[in-house]
């Protein structure tokens, strides 16, 4: 079993910042790369920020600026610094990495189950 579990999700005024913070856990050989999806109500799931293994970002152009994507191997985990939030950032975060696990042939792609980010005065 492999489980990403998220948090560091919340209220927080236009203009502030939020950090959230994904850790893999489980039977894993290898991850390769990890991301931040996001889904606001009535709207479909977007990427955010992704990250190689080999540390290349790339950012969604509506936050490119003010959201930093970054990992750290040793401990399984992918962040996201959010700065400067707007309302329209309001948002289901999910957190989406590739794996490998013993016994299983390539990659399987696992999702976290969400934190809530809420931007609002």
């Known amino acids: 079993q492999v489980q990403l579990v998220e948090s560091g999700g919340g209220l927080v005024q236009p203009g502030g910042s939020l950090a959230l913070s994904c850790t893999a856990s489980?039977?894993?050989?290898?991850?390769?790369?990890m991301g931040w999806y996001r889904q606001a109500p009535g709207k479909q799931r977007e990427s955010v920020a992704t990250?190689?293994?080999?540390?290349?970002?790339n950012l969604t152009d509506s936050v490119k600026g003010r959201f930093t994507i970054s990992r750290d191997d040793a401990k399984n985990t992918v962040y996201l610094q959010m700065n400067s939030l707007k309302p329209e950032d309001t948002a289901v975060y999910y957190c989406?990495?590739?794996?490998?696990?013993?016994?299983?042939?390539?990659?399987?792609?696992?999702w976290g189950q969400g934190t809530q980010v809420t931007v609002s005065s």
């Open positions: 989406n990495a590739e794996i490998s696990r013993p016994m299983y042939i390539g990659r399987i792609n696992y």
């Open positions: 990250i190689t293994a080999g540390g290349s970002t």
């Open positions: 489980g039977s894993i050989v290898s991850i390769y790369g």
